[in-house]
Each structure stands twice: as structure tokens, then as C-alpha cells.
């Protein structure tokens, strides 16, 4: 069975500073990994995954992560935090699969707050 | 534009009533999800449908029913509400369930068992 584990649920960081939002995985093979953010009293939306390729993915708002299968990680990194990135922030696994029905597991979340 | 729908945004329900959480999306998916977000748990996985007229459970089924007799529509029912099933829901849609494939998100039903 697979899990996931983010590190830290609150994380605050000073606007401008650099943001890093820790996940790790657990399964006997690497999956597929994800991370969304939820916006107050929205639904969750997808920022970055990573499926095969290149290990470092880069996703919307400038935010990137980066697989690394040693460490069984897909930390979320931004270089710059903006008042705008304070949301709630989901790592989630999915198992490789040939019959593509397998189910997303997520972490508990970390929720981002952005120091003015 | 619409994408995921979800209604009601609110509830609160006294324990034992019932009620049915409706979910419909507009981007012709086939696979169509419900989880439950509780605070510092993440989301869980209540139900799931592959297509219209196929559902199944996933990891918290216990107190819900679902249907689909559509591939827009995937409404979630409370029977016998109890206070353990106070908690935001979650419909969400995918294309085809695989790969990487990217979920589509309704901005959620609160609700309150009282």
C-alpha cells in the first residue's frame, strides 16, 4: 500500500523568501506524484505532477518540484512568495498502473501563510 | 465555462435526516469522484464511477450511497445523517482515470451534522 507524508501542516514564510513545502512517498515502486493547491473556499487545483522524464516539473505560479527517487520525495519549491501563494497545499500519490482506474492518495496538507 | 457544479454550498442536517449532495460537470468525463476533506486528514476517497451505471467504493463508503445514470451527473446520499459525516465534500471529474490524468474540482459542499 502506498502513502504520503507532507512535513509541516502550517508553513509561514516572509513575502519574497523562498518557499519549500516538504512530501514523501511510500510504495515499493515509484508512482505517480502530484501536488494541488486549495484556495479559501475553493476546490483543489493541480500545480504540477510528475509522471516519467525529466525530474524536475514545473507547474503554474511559478512553483516547481523535483522527484528525487532516493530520497522518495516531491518537495514543492518557489523562489519568491507572493501574498497571493497563501492557500493550502496537497501532495498525492498514485500507483503506476496498466489499467489506468488506480485512485489518488493525499497527504493531510500544509497550509501556506505569506508573512507581509 | 462551468466545469465541476456543486449544490448545495451549505447544509446542516439534524442527525438521522437524510439528503443527497448533487455533482454535475460539463466536460463530458467519464470517471467522476466524491471525497470527504476533514481538518488535518486530507481529502478521502468516499465513491468512484468509471462511466454512467458504474460505480464503487472507495476508502470511506460506510453511510453514503451513490448513482450514476448519467455521465454529467453523480449525486452522493447521506442516509441516517450522523455527526461523523460533518465535513466538506468534494465532486471531482477526470477524463479518462489514467495517467497522470489531471482532476477537475467542484468548490465544495459544507456540511453539518448536528
Known amino acids: 500500500a502506498q502513502s504520503v507524508t507532507q512535513l509541516g501542516s502550517h508553513v509561514s514564510v516572509s513575502e519574497g523568501a523562498l518557499v519549500l513545502l516538504r512530501c514523501n512517498y511510500s510504495s515499493s515502486v515509484p508512482p505517480y506524484l502530484f501536488w494541488y493547491v486549495q484556495y479559501p473556499n475553493q476546490g483543489l487545483q493541480l500545480l504540477l505532477k510528475y509522471t516519467t522524464g525529466a525530474t524536475l516539473v514545473k507547474g503554474i505560479n511559478g512553483f516547481e518540484a523535483e522527484f528525487k527517487k532516493s530520497e522518495t520525495s516531491f518537495h514543492l519549491t518557489k523562489p519568491s512568495a507572493h501574498m497571493s501563494d497563501a492557500a493550502e497545499y496537497f501532495c498525492a500519490v498514485r500507483p503506476i498502473s496498466n489499467f489506468g482506474n488506480e485512485k489518488l492518495t493525499f497527504g493531510t496538507g500544509t497550509r501556506l501563510t505569506i508573512i507581509p | ?114
Not at chain 2, 438521522?16 to 463530458?28: E, F, I, K, V
Not at chain 2, 471525497?35 to 470511506?60: F, H
Open chain 2, 1 to 114: 465555462n462551468a466545469g465541476v457544479t456543486q449544490t448545495p454550498k451549505f447544509r446542516i442536517l439534524k442527525i438521522g435526516q437524510s439528503m443527497t449532495l448533487q455533482c454535475a460537470q460539463d466536460m463530458n468525463h467519464n470517471y467522476m469522484y466524491w471525497y470527504r476533506q476533514d481538518p488535518g486528514m486530507g481529502l478521502k476517497l468516499i465513491y468512484y464511477s468509471v462511466g454512467a451505471g458504474i460505480t464503487d467504493k472507495g476508502e470511506v463508503p460506510n453511510g453514503y450511497n451513490v448513482s450514476r445514470s448519467t455521465t454529467e451527473d453523480f449525486p452522493l446520499r447521506l442516509e441516517l445523517a450522523a455527526p461523523s459525516q460533518t465535513s466538506v465534500y468534494f465532486c471531482a471529474s477526470s477524463a479518462l482515470g489514467g495517467i497522470g490524468e489531471k482532476l477537475f474540482f467542484g468548490s465544495g459542499t459544507q456540511l453539518s451534522v448536528l
